[in-house]
T-cell receptor, first 113, second 111 residues
Framework: GAVVSQHPSWVICKSGTSVKIECRSL??????MFWYRQFPKQSLMLMAT?????????EQGVEKDKFLINHASLTLSTLTVTSAHPEDSSFYIC?????????FGPGTRLLVL | EDQVTQSPEALRLQEGESSSLNCSYT??????LFWYRQDPGKGPEFLFT???AGEEKEKERLKATLTKKESFLHITAPKPEDSATYLC????????????FGKGTKLTVNP
């Protein structure tokens, strides 16, 4: 299966700052990537679908101007949380869509103080 | 609305005590049902995909089954290393490849 990495694995930032999370595929080219977030004791919730070379599609209730997604290449997608607030503290996971399965990144833990 | 419900929320077993986890779903059309294992602070690890009612898949002590309304993850003679949160997710027919997740079942196996 594909190897997916996320950087950073965890980050602590001050309220009002912006944080960029990278998702890289080391051995798989994905035209579609998903970004999920998971709050404690909650299920993974889809935030947006990212297609290489086009604008991301956001789920209802997710602010596209706050969560900037750039699918720069078939192996790289970035999620930028702009003007982060404590309620944005969560576990962010990227997922690459393969033909028959999906490949999950290890996740990024974000804590906004 | 597409919905996935997992039960129980938490399950404690003694080592060797077999049991089952449930995932019931309400969707417009099922393309596939996925089971994942998630350890604390990590991303989900793929276990199984089931596509049609009656299908079964096995891997070591785990066996997943599927009906038209629900899926079961059977754990036979579990070991402490099977302790994790088990997530169920469905992929909708005719839609994008996105997954709709349940909240998971946290399994603890005591030695």
């Amino acid at each position: 299966g594909a190897v997916v990495s996320q950087h950073p694995s965890w980050v602590i930032c001050k309220s009002g700052t912006s944080v960029k999370i990278e998702c890289r595929s080391l051995d798989f080219q994905a035209t579609t990537m998903f970004w999920y977030r998971q709050f404690p004791k909650q299920s993974l919730m889809l935030m947006a679908t990212s297609n290489e070379g086009s604008k991301a599609t956001y789920e209802q209730g997710v602010e596209k101007d706050k969560f900037l997604i750039n699918h720069a290449s078939l192996t790289l997608s970035t999620l930028t949380v702009t003007s982060a607030h404590p309620e944005d503290s969560s576990f962010y996971i990227c997922v690459l869509a393969g033909e028959w399965t999906q490949y999950f990144g290890p996740g990024t833990r974000l804590l906004v103080l | 609305e597409d919905q996935v419900t997992q039960s129980p929320e938490a399950l404690r077993l003694q080592e060797g005590e077999s049991s089952s986890l449930n995932c019931s779903y309400t969707v417009s059309g099922l393309r596939g049902l996925f089971w994942y294992r998630q350890d604390p602070g990590k991303g989900p690890e793929f276990l199984f995909t089931l596509y049609s009612a009656g299908e079964e898949k096995e891997k070591e002590r785990l066996k997943a089954t599927l009906t038209k309304k629900e899926s079961f993850l059977h754990i036979t003679a579990p070991k402490p290393e099977d302790s994790a949160t088990y997530l169920c997710a469905v992929q909708i027919q005719g839609g994008s490849e996105k997954l709709v997740f349940g909240k998971g079942t946290k399994l603890t196996v005591n030695p």
